[in-house]
């Protein structure tokens, strides 16, 4: 069954003036978070001062990134929490639900809404952190930084964990009859992936270039499984009469 991407398009939009109108959507989540997220790591690069190339240099270095991975797994797994459950407390869930939009533009429609300012976000405190790194580190730790596989850890799993985390968002947010709920297990829930992406920051794993790969590319199935399972078990009337 084909998707008509203009009617995608008409749930993005909703979605974002949804957000537009949500002080804690847009102050918090999509603003103090990512700060929170990018100024820690900073302090923690500008403290730092180690002989080029010691394990110490590169493991502190690949830490501080790895909050950087926080802000598109927390940002669109709240999103995504909000998009069924927040509708759902507003009563804005049946009109929407009694339109011709289909199951999978709906959900794609969710989902794109929480990606992209997920990404905008994202990539943009990780430029400001790569220039503040440039510009204000110890040239030892800003070479650590900027090595090449850091850069294809952040470049590649940001848009693997926020699929991840919009997902499972979404499939805890149909179930919940709660914002705040869904919000809390959707988090909880988006984190797993962070463990191995944790492991290579930390030089636990080495982060090889091949190695970086085959586990986005292990990321990237996970995503189409789970965009697959969200699509199977979506039950419109379930959602329309509110029985579990």
């Not at 709240?78 to 009694?98: H, I, K, W």
């Not at 947010?173 to 191995?196: E, F, H, K, W």
Request: net charge positive; hydrophobic share 60%; charged share 10%.
């Amino acid at each position: 069954m084909s998707v008509q991407w203009s009617r995608v398009g008409a749930i993005v939009g909703k979605e974002l003036r949804d957000y537009r109108r949500n002080r804690f959507v847009v102050v918090f989540t999509m603003a103090v978070l990512p700060l929170i997220f990018m100024v820690l790591p900073l302090i923690q690069l500008f403290a730092l001062n180690a002989a080029p190339d010691s394990p110490r240099l590169a493991t502190r270095a690949g830490l501080s990134l790895l909050y950087l991975l926080f802000i598109p797994t927390i940002i669109p797994s709240s999103l995504a929490a909000y998009s069924v459950a927040g509708e759902r407390e507003q009563g804005t869930l049946e009109p929407v639900l009694f339109t011709p939009v289909r199951r999978e533009e709906f959900l794609i429609g969710k989902a794109l809404a929480g990606l992209v300012p997920a990404l905008v976000v994202a990539y943009a405190i990780y430029g400001v952190f790569l220039a503040c790194a440039a510009l204000f580190t110890h040239p030892a730790v800003a070479s650590a930084v900027f090595s090449g596989p850091h850069i294809l850890i952040q470049l590649l799993f940001t848009p693997l964990l926020a699929g991840w985390s919009i997902w499972i968002g979404i499939a805890v947010s149909t179930r919940a009859s709660d914002v705040r709920a869904a919000q809390q297990m959707g988090v909880a829930a988006s984190l797993p992936p962070l463990v191995i992406v944790a492991l290579m920051s930390a030089n636990v794993i080495k982060p090889a270039v091949w190695l970086t790969l085959a586990l986005a590319a292990a990321l990237l199935v996970f995503d189409g499984l789970a965009w697959r399972m969200v699509a199977n078990v979506f039950d419109r009337e379930r959602l329309v009469t509110g029985n579990n």
